[in-house]
């Protein structure tokens, strides 16, 4: 669902723009609490020292999986938007981020998503896609069992729903700045109909992806923090809470650098050969745009020239070693940069004031 340039005209793209980097800046501050806390201790409580670096492995996880468009109805495919999938693993805030990191890397290196309408894609698929995925996952979880499986099940409709829900954002948009003159009811019909089906695919790959990480880690699932019942002992007849069991902690060490190297291997699997069988029929919102004339006035991209434009890498003949090489190299890239976002924002977390004075009075 990446909007070209020319799309959407250039006071509502600017408009939008200025509306993403808001966006961009409430989620920077509120990472900051789902990462760390206020304090290195509460970061240890919170989980924080282990979503950071989780939180730059999902970004480029999602890189590798949105390059797996799927089939979905006669000559259209569709791809994982990845909302979702974020915000029930490392927090919504930190979600937004890792969408904003992936359409950087796909607009700038890969010519994928107009740069003059980056901020409508950073709202249609990072904003709008975490927002109601979020809290339509956290709303289940408030009725459903407290369970493993409640995550999962809710996972699938957070998923689901956001799909169609970002279809809607686009329309919403296009509404207010399309550059070409159709019936809004069209364009609403065949975006909410076609992304419904999209929507399906997305809620199967998100159930999937959470429920393989809480069968072995369920600390790191943002989404899953509170739902484990703590143990209850029987003493002088009344049921009391038995001591958490703290993991030794070089055991919790080497389980977490397992689980990193192990998602890492696997998005360079998928986007360095499954890629290659990806289908190649237009994704829905490209589907919608030829058939109702969205696309009259698109634009060339900016980044046209880039030498790994379309998803390959220049002067590579080779159609399979090409968009393998550039699926490595989007994936590394991905990492990198999500890695450094989310290590920056970590650092940057202050340490609470009881800390600084219990120090000076230390000394």
């Not at 689901?160 to 948009?173: D, E, K, M, R």
């Not at 920056?344 to 609470?352: C, G, K, L, N, Q």
Request: glycine share 12%; net charge neutral.
């Amino acid at each position: 669902m990446h909007v070209p340039d020319g799309f959407i005209d250039a006071p509502v793209s600017a408009v939008a723009g200025v509306v993403a980097a808001g966006a961009v800046a409430v989620s920077l501050r509120g990472a900051r609490r789902e990462q760390g806390g206020t304090s290195r201790s509460s970061a240890a409580e919170n989980g924080g020292e282990r979503t950071a670096p989780l939180a730059g492995l999902v970004a480029a996880f999602i890189f590798a999986v949105q390059m797996l468009n799927f089939p979905v109805a006669a000559g259209t495919s569709g791809h994982l938007l990845g909302g979702a999938l974020a915000a029930i693993l490392v927090g919504p805030y930190t979600g937004v981020l890792c969408v904003t990191v992936v359409l950087l890397m796909q607009g700038i290196l890969f010519a994928d998503g107009g740069l003059t309408a980056l901020g409508v894609n950073v709202l249609v698929m990072g904003v709008t896609t975490t927002v109601v995925a979020y809290a339509l996952f956290r709303g289940l979880l408030g009725v459903l069992p407290k369970t493993r499986r409640s995550v999962t099940v809710a996972s699938f409709v957070a998923a689901l729903a956001s799909v169609p829900a970002a279809a809607c954002a686009f329309t919403l948009i296009y509404w207010i700045g399309g550059t070409t003159d159709i019936p809004i009811g069209r364009v609403f019909t065949a975006m909410v109909g076609v992304h419904v089906l999209i929507g399906i695919g997305e809620a199967v790959i998100t159930a999937l992806t959470v429920g393989a990480v809480i069968a072995v880690r369920p600390d790191l699932v943002h989404g899953a923090r509170g739902l484990t019942s703590s143990l209850k002992l029987r003493v002088d007849g009344e049921l009391v809470d038995a001591p958490a069991r703290q993991p030794a902690a070089p055991a919790a060490a080497r389980s977490h650098r397992g689980i990193w190297v192990t998602g890492l291997v696997t998005a360079l699997v998928l986007a360095g050969f499954v890629s290659y069988y990806a289908s190649a029929s237009p994704d829905g919102l490209e589907k919608v745009a030829a058939d109702q004339g969205i696309d009259k006035k698109t634009e060339e991209h900016a980044a046209k020239d880039s030498p790994l434009a379309d998803y390959g890498v220049k002067d590579v003949s080779n159609a399979r070693i090409s968009g393998g090489l550039a699926g490595v190299i989007g994936v590394g890239a991905t990492v990198v940069a999500g890695s450094g976002v989310f290590f920056v924002v970590r650092r940057r977390t202050p340490d609470a004031p009881t800390d600084t004075t219990r120090d000076k009075e230390s000394v």
